[in-house]
């Protein structure tokens, strides 16, 4: 065992190892290149301890660590070259500061006399990441590594997580410096979670129990808290019906009788509806994204609402509340809990039971249970369900697939839905589905891709290939940028313009250049056969679906619209 | 509606941080009217003063937002009636015009303001004051050719009591050490 206390003398890249170690990291994705080749070079060394995937584009290498600190819970690692390597990693960085996703990126820069001169592959890229990171800091003097290391992590992980990037120079890879580690336990400049205020906490309580007609909506904050649990041991006291945020997805059962499915732009009927019907709005772990909330203007107006959060910035930012709880929900969570009566909304069932009837007919039930026609998503997702019994690990890519994944997907395990939200970045799910497999080798992991998204990060195929990864691929084929026809279809006249994917590759031949198991389906009775075929597979398999090219998602809440203004695509028949 | 408002900002002395702050003003499409940056009365913090011209509820949560930056110590907003503050202007002319009019002299009298310096060639004058000052003293004396004239960023002082920066983060420190 390495003793991380003691000062040693080593490179700067053997420091930057070292320190990963230290802080318990045992994966890296990245891509070498000119100025980072000294860090790969003493990597070597560290075969046994650091486990580095070579992805096939910077891009993969970021996606990857995404979905590795989604799925595990640990912060994601990736390094890239200076230039174009690093600009690579960019949309990535973006995605994880718009979800709240802990990653350290690593780039390598020019040396340090030549910083500021235009040379090659010199990139800005402090300045360039710095409206999209949560902390980034260019190191030139190689006995600032450990340092800088240990607050990186803490920066990344603590509080509410997100992309921190140190970018090194070449030399300070190369110099030697002294060597030892310290955890980073704190920063004056920054207090990651406060204390709760226990007036705040008794005030929710008082609102609470008062109560005849509240709703809970959590986010991720309750995954990014790891408190599962404790939200599970409020609503249950409470009785308060609950819905989830797109990323808060797989927080709660879905067959917990008290969860009531999904709220936002395609959520479900009985919870949008809700929300601007409830006297008492519980927002946990959650941001008003403006894909929640719809018309802000005519947002829950008739509620009280107590939000839990941990950033300050987003209180009051979006949507005025009445009470907030800044800080951690694992630790406020229980705190309210203590306070409140034990509760029986059981009178609001009637309205949930009336809403999912009512979806069930309009939305639902067509679109799972078709008499004719192509496949829809909808079946594909219904049947994936009932073949891996909801435990699989879920990563979609952005578009139609996504949405219907999210509606039609269940899960009882929590970090089992993967998707790019606040950035709906299109090439996020083969990547970070590679991500995902290799945080949890134990677990199925099947992405659910468009024929789009598929086509901007289909390179990640060879890093299957490569790490031997069983990772299950559906492509969902419907021959279009379906969400964006669906819009052109809804808002634009029927006016399709740039969004038909009529040069589609064959894409079981281009699996089968990877040597990767593939097959196409596009009969509703073998449907079920070849989705048991791909899950059961011992190794990565591709299903191609093709679908009915002209498919939408229902129900939506149109732009502009209330959350209870939604079309459910039946109007004109 | 618009209103001015002097943000207060103390942070780390670290590099590129104005570059993180000034970002959170441009992605709002904020124009700052001024701004200054020095060493505060703590050694090592660094404090900003920046007055932008917004509605209440955008500064509200663009102090927010600033704080959250991680070098960023403590951020408030204030309003006109809760600081006092001025500016500093300089200006150059030439000797010559003193020399040549009685008024000159009067005009800085006037004006509060005070030479700093008289060469063979040249002569210095300061004012302190509100920007409406600087600027009339400017007015006043472009018949007489100003070389240069130079204005700082605005340096304030609340009026309210607020926390001091070295109390809190005394209080941090003591709350770490638990
Ligand atoms: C990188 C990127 N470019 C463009 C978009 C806009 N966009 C959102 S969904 C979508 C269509 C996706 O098509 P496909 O991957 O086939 O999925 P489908 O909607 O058909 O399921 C597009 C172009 C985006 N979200 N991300
Ligand atoms: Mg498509």
């Known amino acids: ?573 | 509606m618009n209103e001015e408002y002097t943000i207060t900002i103390f942070s780390e002395n670290s590099i590129g941080l104005l570059n993180r702050i000034s970002i959170n003003f441009t992605k709002r499409k904020l124009n700052i009217d001024s701004l200054i940056v020095s060493e505060s009365a703590i050694p090592g913090v660094f404090k900003f003063i920046i007055v932008v011209c917004c509605p209440q509820n955008t500064v509200e949560i663009l102090v927010k937002q600033l704080e959250k930056q991680i070098d960023v110590i403590r951020a408030f907003y204030l309003k006109k009636e809760d600081i006092l503050y001025q500016e500093l202007a300089l200006y150059k002319l030439a000797t010559e015009s003193l020399l040549e009019s009685n008024e000159m002299e009067t005009i800085i009298r006037q004006h509060n303001a005070r030479i700093l310096e008289i060469t063979k060639e040249h002569i210095i004058i300061e004012k302190t004051g509100h920007k409406s000052e600087t600027q009339e003293l400017f007015e006043k004396l472009k018949p007489y050719e100003v070389k240069q004239f130079v204005r700082t960023g605005r340096v304030a002082i609340t009026r309210p009591d607020i926390e001091l920066l070295s109390e809190y983060l005394k209080g941090l420190e003591q709350e770490h050490r638990k």
């Not at chain 1, 980034?136 to 921190?164: D, H, L, W």
């Not at chain 1, 069983?470 to 313009?497: A, C, D, T």
């Open chain 1, 1 to 573: 065992m390495q003793d991380h206390t003691k000062s040693q003398k080593v490179t700067g890249s053997e420091a930057l190892l070292l320190s990963l170690i230290a802080a318990n990291v045992d994966t890296i994705f990245g891509y070498p290149g000119g100025a980072i080749m000294p860090l790969y070079d003493k990597l070597l060394n560290f075969s046994n301890r650091l486990r580095h995937i070579l992805t096939r584009h910077e891009q993969g290498a970021i996606h990857a660590a995404q979905g590795y600190a989604r799925s595990t819970g640990k912060t994601g690692v990736c390094f890239a070259t200076s230039g174009p390597g690093a600009t690579n990693l960019i949309t990535g960085i973006a995605d994880a500061m718009a979800d709240s996703t802990p990653v350290v990126c690593f780039t390598a820069q020019v040396g340090s006399m030549l910083l500021g001169t235009d040379a090659f592959q010199e990139t800005d890229v402090v300045g360039v990441s710095m409206p999209i990171t949560k902390w980034n800091y260019q190191i030139t003097n190689p006995n600032e590594i450990p340092a800088i290391i240990a607050k990186a992590f803490y920066i990344a992980s603590n509080g509410r997580p997100g992309p921190v990037l140190i970018d090194i120079t070449k030399d300070a890879l190369i110099k030697d410096c002294d060597y030892s580690y310290t955890p980073c336990n704190y920063i004056r400049s920054y207090v990651p979670s406060p204390a709760i205020k226990e007036e705040k906490v008794k005030w929710a309580a008082d609102i609470i129990n008062a109560a005849k007609k509240p709703m809970i909506v959590f986010g991720q904050g309750v995954i990014l808290g790891h408190a599962e649990k404790e939200l599970l041991e409020f609503v249950e006291k409470s009785g308060i019906p609950c819905a989830s945020t797109m990323l808060g997805l797989s927080a709660m059962p879905n067959n917990h009788p008290l969860y009531k499915g999904m709220v936002g732009m395609h959520g479900n009927v009985g919870p949008n509806r809700m929300s601007n019907q409830c006297d008492l709005l519980i927002a946990i772990g959650m941001r008003f994204d403006d894909r929640v909330t719809g018309d802000v203007a005519r947002y829950a107006k008739q509620a009280k609402i107590i939000h839990l959060e941990i950033d300050k910035a987003e209180i009051n930012k979006i949507v005025k509340v009445d009470v907030w709880v800044r800080g951690d929900v694992k630790e406020s969570l229980p705190m309210i809990t203590k306070l409140i009566n034990k509760g029986d909304h059981s009178d609001m069932e009637p309205f949930f039971a009336e809403c999912e009837a009512e979806e069930m007919r309009r939305v639902i039930n067509p679109l799972l249970n078709p008499k004719e026609g192509k496949i829809t998503m909808g079946e594909v997702i219904d049947t994936l369900n009932k073949v891996s019994a909801e435990q699989a690990i879920v990563v979609t890519d952005v578009g139609q697939q996504q949405m219907i994944s999210a509606r039609y997907a269940r899960f009882q395990n929590s970090r089992s839905f993967l998707s790019s939200g606040g950035l709906g970045t299109m090439g996020f799910g083969l990547p970070a589905a590679v991500g995902a497999q290799i945080g949890c080798p134990n677990r199925k992991v099947v992405a659910i891709l468009g024929d789009g998204g598929f086509q901007m990060t289909m390179q990640e195929l060879g890093t299957i290939i490569q790490e031997k990864l069983p990772v299950k691929v559906i492509i969902m084929n419907n021959s279009y940028l379906g969400n964006v026809r669906q819009w052109q279809e809804l808002f634009f006249n029927h006016r399709y313009s740039s969004v038909a994917m009529n040069s589609n590759p064959d894409f079981v031949r281009l699996a089968s250049a990877y040597n990767i198991d593939a097959e196409m389906v596009n009969k509703r009775e073998d449907l079920k056969s070849a989705i048991e075929r791909m899950y059961n597979s011992e190794s990565a398999y591709i299903l191609e679906v093709q679908l009915e090219e002209e498919g939408n998602v229902f129900p939506i809440v149109p732009l502009g619209k209330a959350t209870d203004e939604m079309l459910y695509g039946d109007e004109n028949k």
